[in-house]
């Protein structure tokens, strides 16, 4: 059972409508006036609407009827119904979204066919909702791991402007989480059951691009053996992800900018815009605003596309979140080995503390990955770890003959699974004051004075490795001289 409105200035025919639908046990909202049907769409949110092309005594006219059912989130499916011989018109209507026509006079068999053919197809794309509920799931929230400062902006962020139809562009170094945003955005709205197509717009050549986001009609250009949606038209009733953006060539920024004012696109070799209802999503990694200096991004795209930004910060601004994410990695992203979730030795997670992680997130990720793949025990070691991380940790610990094994820091004890958001710079199950350092594994609790020179030796060895190991340049960002510097490094526990 589906609900259907139907619309047409002529009383019999709804009313003919109206009883055969009822008969086959739907409910039905007969309409006589255009104008009042417009009104109540929204209230109604019929799966199918039935509409007279022209409604003459009516101001408004069957495109308005078909334009904003095809607007609504989830967007109505629209049967036309058409004087005889303004076929023309009715094709246009087809590209305006319509789902199908029907010429007048017809048999009431027609109708009938059309209505379940409209109606499976309906019910196809509601058992794909299902399948995407449970998507959804994936994108919660949650997902998205952080605790510092500049992520608690980033979801606050998200979450006030994900159900709203506004562009959004998404700003952060390679690695960042744009695309997880991203899909947060469009599952956190109510266009989360309709399609979420990504784009990566340096992916292709320009002709290549233009036909793929826009669709082509058949003979349009040599290959173009058939008629073919854009992804713009696959994306209908959702969000499409434009993904750098940056790179997306010149013509096709005035081919999108048209799609973000009119919201219509034109199919490569046809004459006839498509009306479609997509949100625009966009991201880059490289900032555009030299871009628009060098002419090479449109001023006016930009101005439409940065409505509202949201930037991520690189993880070496918020290293605060480095312990929620290994955790979050080793227990959610890798498969436990013998029943057992993988863990990190407090070395590891030193190093990754000093890691400037250029590669964001995703290198974090990746490098635990790999750790986890190479490691012949439950817990991962340094060696474990890719050699462009280890490069700076045997830098410092060469150049000072810093022996890690007098470092607190350095005793094999694993991460604690973690409780609470850590404090800034580190090992939680270290940084805590309650005598957890022991936990489990039964250690000690540090002395005040281990655990200061502890965290003293953490930003000794961070500094180092962000400067390569360049102790008089350290010495320098540290603020103190290069002979306290020396005398830190080698200092033994008192
Ligand atoms: N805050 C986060 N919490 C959990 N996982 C994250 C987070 N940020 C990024 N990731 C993970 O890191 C990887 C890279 O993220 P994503 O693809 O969203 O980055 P991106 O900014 O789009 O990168 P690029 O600019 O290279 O396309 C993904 O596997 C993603 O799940
Ligand atoms: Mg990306």
Not at 5 to 23: G, K, N, P, S
Not at 186 to 193: A, D, E, L, P, V
Not at 264 to 292: C, H, M, Y
Not at 349 to 361: Q, S, T
Request: net charge negative; charged share 25%; aromatic share 6%.
């Amino acid at each position: 059972m589906a609900r259907v409105l139907v619309v047409d200035d002529e009383a019999t025919m709804v009313q003919m409508v109206t009883e055969m639908l009822r008969a086959d046990g739907h409910e039905i909202f007969p309409f006589n006036d255009a104008t009042a049907a417009l009104a109540a769409l929204d209230s109604i949110a019929p799966e199918l609407v039935i509409t007279d092309l022209y409604l003459e005594k009516a101001r408004a006219s069957g495109l308005d009827i078909l334009q904003k059912a095809r607007s609504m989130t989830p967007p109505a499916l629209v049967i036309l119904i058409t004087a005889f011989g303004s076929i023309e018109t009715a094709v246009d209507a087809m590209k305006k979204g319509a789902y199908d026509y029907l010429e007048k006079p017809f048999k009431l068999d027609e109708l009938k066919l059309c209505v379940h053919r409209a109606l499976s197809y309906s019910d196809a794309i509601s058992e794909n909702l299902y399948l995407r509920r449970q998507l959804k799931a994936k994108y919660q929230f949650s997902q998205i791991i952080g605790s510092s400062s500049g992520m608690l902006g980033v979801f606050k962020m998200v979450q006030r402007v994900a159900d709203t139809d506004s562009t959004i562009l998404i700003l952060g170094e390679s690695g960042t989480g744009k695309e997880l945003v991203a899909r947060a955005l469009h599952f956190n709205s109510r266009r989360q059951f309709a399609p979420f197509i990504p784009v990566n717009c340096s992916a292709l050549p320009e002709n290549l691009l233009e036909s793929e986001l826009f669709g082509h009609r058949k003979g349009a250009f040599t290959g173009a053996v058939n008629d073919k949606k854009g992804l713009f038209q696959e994306a209908d009733g959702g969000t499409i992800f434009l993904d750098e953006v940056s790179s997306m060539p010149p013509l096709l920024q005035s081919r999108l900018l048209r799609v973000l004012q009119e919201r219509e696109v034109r199919r490569v070799g046809d004459t006839v815009p498509v009306f479609v209802n997509v949100r625009v999503l966009a991201a880059t990694n490289v900032p555009l605003e030299p871009k628009i200096k060098d002419g090479s991004f449109r001023e006016d795209l930009y101005y439409r596309l940065n409505v509202i930004s949201i930037t991520l910060p690189p993880l070496r601004d918020r290293r605060d979140d480095l312990p929620l994410l290994v955790n979050h990695f080793l227990k959610d992203k890798v498969c436990p080995r013998n029943g057992q979730p993988f863990r990190v030795t407090r070395q590891v997670m030193a190093v990754f503390e000093a890691h400037d992680w250029p590669g964001n997130v995703r290198e974090l990720e990746n490098a635990i990955e790999r750790a986890c793949a190479l490691s012949e025990t439950q817990v991962l070691q340094l060696g474990d770890l890719p050699p462009s991380l280890t490069r700076y940790e045997s830098q410092v610990t060469a150049s000072t003959e810093f022996d890690p094994r007098v470092s607190p820091l350095a005793q094999s004890v694993e991460m604690q699974p973690l409780r609470h958001a850590p404090a800034a710079g580190g090992l939680e199950a270290e940084g805590s004051p309650q005598p957890t350092l022991g936990g489990a594994g039964g250690q000690p609790v540090l002395s005040l004075k281990a655990y200061l020179r502890s965290q003293e030796l953490m930003h000794l060895n961070r500094a180092m490795a962000v400067c390569g190991g360049d102790k008089e340049k350290a010495a320098q960002m540290l603020g103190i001289s290069l002979a306290t510097l020396y005398r830190k490094m080698v200092e033994e526990e008192g």
